[in-house]
């Protein structure tokens, strides 16, 4: 569903790449975190995605990018934007201002791509449910909280049903719950063949509850790639700093004073912390 | 200097009840974490403390000052206030004119302002940046921006919202930094936070928000242990806690190392008293904090 090839891209006016001979590819069906410190280049491998670059920020491509079956740099934007969602970072630059509601906020992609009202009106109801904002469909989106505005951005983008989602930090503004409710509503996008995700997170504990696979990015370059709980916890990926959950530290550090077996690999989630911490000679106790 | 509500009650103009009769007395030198559900009221209940907004019922005092009576300007020597989005607060050319805004407006000596600039953009790692455009920062460099211009103005109180929001792990570092070395100073600090591992490692009280009203507020192992009120404002106790509570432990750790501790106690009493009684009492899969626990770790 994705290929990027040895791409490489620069900013204009900028004397260093931002990304360096970055190569993966992601299958369909897949949910893929993305995973790195600030600066890491994980933003600008969104844009690279989903067409931004390099056709809103120009600067200096090379390599390939195909996303389900489009060469992206040749592609138009109009053209991606059926194809690839991408939610920014800071929902207050999504949110259009050109519509009084909630609701039309989250139906202006699909009045965009000509969809009959009445199927425009059902789906952006839909999604709102989904995203936990119905009762506030007849709001003033200028009168949201942070957090509720973070919400009607991921609506406005799930609701077109992009065959590929990318988010970059689409919770960073959402309660804890609500946090957990995105990832489950992402996973269960997937699960049920509806789209492709790259999700660019800090979060890392429902990174390792949710996500298929994680890659992780340092200085531009591709560090690692492969199964949460392998690269949440590689050395090279917490030195760039990237962290550790919780769970992992207090691994970590009951390993460091011998509380634990030496050779018990880290825990990235709570059923796995559970596991690790449990006592091992359990069976023992029961006669 | 001490902080008090009494009785605020908040409407905007579109009628959205976002405070209702809320009651809170914030001691000089506490570190308090404001949790709660997206729309809760944090940030509005925030804004009252700055003047930004005025109760419609009830009343805000900072010391002495009727928030009422006195302009936000005023307030401004006391209270510093860190926006949730950068963007609402950065409007200067440079890094340092930025910073250096609300000293000036202090009318603290140009000398003394200067100095002031200085060390606040060296706390949150940005000295190398002062003469950049705010604007040519990464989003999360414009967010420490914003810290240090709050930082500059040296206020007894400082209120910060969202203050870890996008930054990576070594930025959530650095601004616990900032938050620890704010109570060494004895300054108040309120943060309003959704990182409740950040609010369980850096704060001594929490203060749990929804819909307009105080769900629960007292010392942090005790309220971030409160499921059920979390539940209602849509919050998680911390990884540790809930660690501590699927393995049955009666502790409410807030840190990683208070769970060793606490685990490393726990593996020390058992090999003491033989294996009987404590090992099956922590781990039974029946225990009901189990369960609990199991009910909110999501899908497998």
Redesign the interface.
């Known amino acids: 569903m994705i290929s990027v090839r040895d791409l490489t891209y620069a900013y204009p006016l900028t004397p260093t790449a931002a990304l360096w001979n970055v190569t993966f590819d992601v299958p369909a069906g897949q949910f893929c975190a993305l995973v790195?410190?600030?600066?890491s280049g994980k933003s600008t491998l969104c844009y690279a995605l989903s067409g931004f670059i390099p056709h809103f920020y120009h600067g200096t491509l090379s390599g390939e990018v195909s996303v389900a079956g489009l060469d992206v740099p040749a592609t138009p934007l109009a053209q991606l934007a059926g194809t690839v969602g991408l939610v920014f970072?800071?929902p207050?630059n999504q949110i259009t201002g050109a519509r009084m509601t909630v609701r039309g906020e989250a139906a202006f992609g699909l009045e965009n791509m000509g969809v009959p009202r009445s199927e425009m009106l059902v789906r952006a109801d839909e999604t709102l449910a989904l995203v936990g904002l119905s009762g506030l469909a007849d709001?003033?989106p200028m009168?949201?909280?942070?957090?509720?505005q973070q919400?009607l951005a991921l609506a406005s983008m799930i609701v077109m049903r992009p065959q590929v989602l990318i988010l970059d930090?689409p919770t960073?503004?959402?309660?804890?719950?609500?946090?957990?409710e995105v990832?489950?509503a992402l996973?269960r996008l997937v699960a049920s063949g509806g789209a492709t995700v790259i999700l660019v997170e800090?979060k890392l504990?429902?990174v390792a509850?949710?996500a298929d696979r994680v890659i992780a990015l340092a200085g531009g370059q591709l560090v690692a790639d492969g199964p949460p709980r392998e690269v949440l916890n590689a050395p090279e990926v917490v030195a760039s700093?990237?962290?550790?959950?919780?769970?992992a530290?207090?691994a970590a550090?009951?390993r460091a004073?011998g509380?634990v077996q030496p050779d018990a690999a880290l825990p990235v989630?709570?059923?796995q912390?559970?596991e690790f911490?449990?006592?091992r000679?359990?069976d023992?106790?029961i006669p | 200097m001490n902080i008090s509500l009494d009785g605020v009650s908040f409407a905007?103009p579109?009628g959205?009840m976002a405070l209702l009769e809320v009651s809170l007395e914030i001691a000089s030198g506490e570190a308090v974490a404001i949790i709660?559900?997206?729309?809760?009221g944090k940030?509005t209940l925030a804004r009252h403390l700055n003047g930004l907004l005025k109760p419609a019922t009830g009343g805000v005092a900072i010391g002495e000052w009727d928030t009422r009576r006195v302009s936000v300007a005023k307030l401004a020597a006391r209270v510093g206030y860190v926006f949730?989005?950068p963007?609402d607060q950065l409007f200067e050319r440079t890094v340092a004119a930025e910073v250096g805004f609300g000293p000036r407006n202090l009318g603290i000596p140009l000398a003394d302002a200067a100095h002031a600039v200085h060390n606040a953009l060296r706390r949150v790692g940005l000295a190398e940046q002062a003469d950049q455009h705010p604007y040519d920062l990464?989003?999360?460099?414009r967010k420490l921006v914003a810290l240090a211009a709050a930082l500059a103005m040296n206020t007894p109180i400082v209120v910060l919202d969202?203050p870890t929001?996008?930054?990576?792990?070594?930025?959530?570092e650095l601004v616990g930094q900032i938050v620890d070395e704010l109570k060494a100073e004895r300054r108040t600090v309120i943060a309003i936070t959704?990182d409740?591992?950040f609010c369980a490692e850096h704060f001594e009280r929490v203060v749990v928000m929804a819909e307009g009203r105080i769900l629960a507020d007292g010392p942090a192992a005790r309220t971030l242990s409160q499921v059920e009120a979390l539940?209602q404002?849509?919050?998680?106790p911390?990884?540790?806690i809930?660690?501590a509570r699927?393995?049955g432990m009666d502790h409410a750790p807030l840190t990683?190392?208070e769970?060793?501790d606490d685990?490393?106690a726990r593996?020390a009493a058992?090999s003491e008293s033989g294996?009987?009684v404590h090992?099956?009492s922590?781990?039974t899969p029946n225990d009901s904090s189990v369960s609990r626990?199991d009910s909110t770790?999501?899908?497998?």
């Open positions: 790195g410190a600030n600066q970072q800071n207050f709001r003033s009168q949201l909280s942070g957090g509720q919400r930090e960073s503004q959402l309660d804890p719950i609500g946090t957990k990832f489950a996973a800090h504990e429902w509850e949710f700093g990237v962290g550790q959950t919780r769970y530290r207090a550090l009951a004073r509380l989630t709570l059923n912390a559970s911490f449990a006592p000679s359990l023992e106790y | 905007y579109s959205v709660g559900e997206n729309g809760a940030t949730q989005n963007d990464h989003i999360s460099q969202e929001t996008g930054q990576d792990a070594g930025g959530v959704h409740i591992d539940a404002a849509e919050v998680e911390p990884q540790m809930r660690l699927a393995l990683v190392e769970f060793v685990f490393a593996s058992r294996p009987k090992g099956l922590g781990s626990a770790s999501g899908p497998e």
